[in-house]
């Protein structure tokens, strides 16, 4: 999709017209082309006008557009970002259905009532939900040769807005729109990729690809390297495959960056459990146990995109869980690389060994902060369901501050506790922990408590379990209905953005 702005109505197949409502449930008439065609649908009770209603209407009467979409936002006091967000997704839906290819967006109708900064930001969650909106994984699907190709959705939004004062904000946040599109479809490709396609070697390479792209250092270890390094746990989990491991490392340096914050994330390209191999139902699912590291990688790239001050270091962890001839089996005990020993109780509790790993790894760099993603484990989607993340870390104000990021943009997240008595539950008597307990009591917690064993004094850390975030999340509009959300990539990249 295509985004652009410009200070003067275009010709396009549709224009979209936001609209509040008034406190009798009728749309307001503001300033614009389309005034009298709003007038007439207070009267006529077509549209309400309510928070994300749409009315098409095929001959837009006034304007330089053929077609016009009403989009409602409800009563100007209730709305928030999130509902124009939803609103965008909306608009993006009936866009879709109608066939309309160029549209363009008025702006100047959001400022009407209030002041500019308010017309600014809503129109960026508007767009912001229209845009990500536009996303479907269909490349394996056969193309149909007669069919004239016909991509999904609208092609080009233009955002409209005759307002001078207006022009270097919307100039910002054309660009800002185009660098979440990309960055947040890289992530859902990724997540999305089946395994036989998508193996440790595959992300690797495209890693290597995009991050020259944007000018970020990349280096990539194979087995032999991570021997080198004594990842014992990371060799342990990708000994029952036979596609090879890979560990990527990213480094965007900028001049003069003051703080590092280190990104580590969980790319398990397919989770069959392993020896502890878990049921068949559902199973396809597995192939999105790397969007840990697909979310922390689009989170990166769009970081570089936005040039953000902070150094960011990037650690992605691929590899496969299957049951091989060489897979480890329960009870196998298996030294970190930190030196601590492991007793695999259930090798389907894969993630954390990985992660450990790579955690210490990447406290190698000193970062001031480290945070890790993962789909970790089944257990949060019980206790939270599917509105958010679960948050466990050893820093209070990062915490504070993961937390009111991921409200403000709707990628919400919430804290869980990492009491030290949680991890008697991880003691035994061969080795210095095993990976996981003989109960499915708190397991979320249990996976958080594991990976803080790894964790070094004095580092600050914060640990996202994505599991029930990272897809099927079509119950909020702009996510697609189906595979990856791309939930979180905003929010991580604007931590660490703003870490000081
Ligand atoms: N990849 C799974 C977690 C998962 C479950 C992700 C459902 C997405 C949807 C993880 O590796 C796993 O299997 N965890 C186990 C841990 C248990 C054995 C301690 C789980 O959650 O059952
Ligand atoms: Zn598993
Ligand atoms: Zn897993």
Redesign the pocket.
Same mark, same amino acid.
């Given at each position: 999709m295509k985004i652009e702005y410009k200070s003067a109505s275009v010709s396009v197949d549709c224009d979209i017209l936001v609209v509040f409502q008034d406190g009798s449930k009728k749309p307001i008439a503001v300033k614009s082309p389309y005034k009298a065609l709003v007038e007439k649908s207070r009267k006529t009770n077509t549209f309400t006008a309510s928070a994300g209603s749409t009315l098409f209407i095929p001959y837009g009467g006034k304007g330089s557009a053929k077609n016009v979409l009403f989009v409602g936002l409800g009563l100007e006091a209730d709305l928030t970002l999130e509902k124009a967000r939803q609103a965008g997704a909306h608009a993006f839906s009936k866009l879709t259905s109608e066939k309309m290819k160029t549209v363009s967006f008025l702006i100047d109708v959001l400022g009407e009532s209030k002041n500019n900064d308010a017309a600014v930001s809503r129109a960026h969650a508007f767009m912001e939900g229209l845009v990500l909106s536009s996303y479907k994984f269909d490349k394996y699907k056969k193309k149909d040769p007669k069919k004239e190709v016909s991509s999904f959705g609208p092609e080009k939004v233009t955002m409209v807005s005759k307002d001078k004062k207006l022009k270097s904000d919307l100039t910002f946040v054309t660009k800002d729109l185009k660098d979440v599109y990309e960055s947040v479809n890289i992530t859902r490709d990724w997540s999305n990729e089946p395994s036989n396609y998508g193996t440790p070697e595959y992300y690797a390479n495209e890693a290597v690809r995009i991050a020259k792209e944007h000018g970020i250092s990349c280096k990539v270890l194979g087995e032999k390297e991570a021997l080198k390094e004594k990842m014992g746990l990371f060799l342990s989990v990708s000994a029952g495959s036979d596609r090879e491991g890979k560990i990527v490392v990213l480094d965007y340096h900028p001049k003069g960056a003051e703080k590092t914050v280190a990104l580590v994330g $969980?790319g398990?390209t397919f989770?069959s459990?392993g020896i502890?191999i $878990?049921p068949s139902m559902?199973m396809e =699912?597995?192939k999105?146990?790397m969007t840990g590291a697909a979310t922390l990688f689009g989170a990166a790239i769009l970081a570089a995109k936005r040039k953000v001050k902070n150094r960011v270091i990037t650690i992605l962890a691929f590899c496969e869980?299957m049951p091989g001839g060489d897979a480890t089996q329960p009870g196998n005990v298996i030294i970190a690389r930190n030196g601590k020993s492991v007793e695999i109780?259930?090798t =389907? #509790?894969?993630?954390?060994l990985i992660l450990a790993d790579v955690l210490d790894y990447a406290q190698d760099y000193k970062p001031d902060f480290v945070l890790n993603a993962? &789909?970790? &484990?089944?257990? +949060? +989607?019980v206790a939270l369901g599917k509105q958010c993340c679960g948050l466990m870390s050893n820093d209070p104000e990062n915490t504070e501050k993961l937390l009111q990021i991921g409200t403000e943009m709707h990628e919400r997240m919430w804290h869980l506790p990492l009491f030290d008595e949680y991890f008697d539950d991880l003691k035994t008597d061969c080795a210095d922990m095993k990976?996981?307990?003989n109960d499915?009591n708190g397991? &979320?917690i249990?996976?958080g408590i594991f990976l803080k064993q790894f964790i070094r004094k004095g580092t600050r850390w914060a640990h996202m379990d994505i599991?029930?975030t #990272?897809?099927g999340m079509g119950h909020i509009p702009y996510y697609p209905k189906k595979g990856a959300s791309g939930m979180h990539v905003r929010a991580v990249a604007k931590f660490v953005a703003e870490f000081v």
């Open positions: $969980k398990v989770d459990g502890s $878990k559902r =699912d597995m999105h146990d869980n109780i259930n =389907d #509790a894969e993630g954390r993962a &789909t970790l &484990t089944g257990a +949060v +989607v990976n996981s307990a499915g397991g &979320t249990r996976g599991a029930a #990272a897809y």
